[in-house]
C-alpha cells in the first residue's frame, strides 16, 4: 500500500462515520431525543451508538403551553 491509497481509506473511513453520525440524529429526534448531542455521540462511539439508540425506548413528548 502506497501513500495515497491510505488516505483514499481514510477519508472513506471519516465519509462513512459522517453519514452513520447523521443517520443516529435523526433516529435520536425520532425518538424524543436531542439529535445533536446524538451526533456528536456518534462522531465517538461510532455503531455503538446506533445499537444504543434502537435498544433505548421512545420518550413521551413534552406538552406545550400555549395559552
Known sequence: MN???IMQQGSQFFVGLGT???LNAG???SKN???L???IMS???GPIA????????????LCSKNS
Open 3 to 5: 501513500g495515497s491509497e
Open 20 to 22: 452513520l453520525a447523521l
Open 27 to 29: 433516529l435520536a429526534q
Open 33 to 35: 431525543r436531542r439529535g
Open 37 to 39: 448531542v446524538w451526533f
Open 43 to 45: 462522531l465517538f462511539l
Open 50 to 61: 446506533t445499537l444504543l439508540l434502537v435498544v433505548m425506548e421512545k420518550q413521551p413528548e
